[in-house]
């Protein structure tokens, strides 16, 4: 079996700064996620990566950057947070691109913005 | 509008009853995935479900593409079952459109 690992577990921060979310996983995936859930929205795909060095926008892409410079990782940064936001960012990893194949979650990154 | 609805918002059940969840999408897909969400934890997969009927011990997902729905029972429930329960509908090519859940809890 494998695991997905993201750190920090919990992110505190400034309005206005640069945030950067970590995830790992040693599934040798091919395809990795960022989704952001807010109590009572569900999940929202904000960057996916089909391979490494490949970025594609999700649905909520605007105010996050993303890189894929290792099969292995997939970081998340928020370009400049904002004040009140609280959310969840959870990362997932799939074998291949494509469609049928399980994904794979993380435990997540809680967000605080002050 | 919201492409995937999940109802209850919430469900309460004794320890012992059987929960039914339903998802209802608005629109095409390719397939239904059923996901678990523990309290402050990780998703995992439940069911990947395109159509018909799938078992897993005690749960039982049924999709019905036709009439665009999908529903998750649980039998016998136990109060380890009790979380977040999400269905994600599948796009196309590993564009998930999520459900905002059903929150399970079963008291002892």
């Known amino acids: 079996g494998g695991i997905i690992t993201q750190t920090p577990k919990f992110l505190i921060g400034q309005e206005g700064q640069k945030l950067t979310l970590k995830c790992q996983q040693n599934f040798n995936h091919d395809t990795m996620y960022w989704y952001r859930q807010d109590s009572g929205k569900g999940l929202r795909l904000i960057y996916y990566?089909?391979?490494?060095?490949?970025?594609q926008k999700g649905d909520l892409s605007e105010g996050y950057d993303a890189s894929r410079e290792k099969k292995s990782s997939f970081s998340l940064t928020v370009t400049s947070a904002q004040k009140n936001e609280m959310a969840v960012f959870l990362c997932?990893?799939?074998?291949?691109?494509?469609?049928?194949?399980?994904?794979?979650f993380g435990s997540g990154t809680r967000l605080t913005v002050l | 509008g919201q492409q995937v609805q999940q109802s209850p918002a919430s469900l309460v059940l004794q320890e012992g009853e059987n929960a039914e969840l339903q998802c209802n999408f608005s629109?095409?897909?390719?397939?239904m995935q059923w996901f678990y969400q523990r309290p402050g934890g990780s998703l995992v997969s439940l069911f990947y479900?395109?159509?018909g009927t799938k078992h897993s011990g005690r749960l039982t997902s049924t999709t019905v593409i036709k009439e665009r729905r999908s529903s998750l029972h649980i039998s016998s429930s136990q109060t380890t079952d009790s979380g977040t329960y999400l269905c994600?509908?599948?796009?196309?090519?590993?564009?998930?459109?999520f459900g905002k859940g059903t929150q399970l809890i079963i008291q002892p």
């Open positions: 994600a509908l599948e796009r196309g090519a590993d564009r998930l459109t």
């Open positions: 629109t095409s897909l390719n397939s």
């Open positions: 479900n395109p159509s």
């Open positions: 990566s089909i391979t490494e060095n490949d970025l």
């Open positions: 997932a990893s799939s074998i291949s691109w494509g469609g049928a194949e399980t994904l794979y």
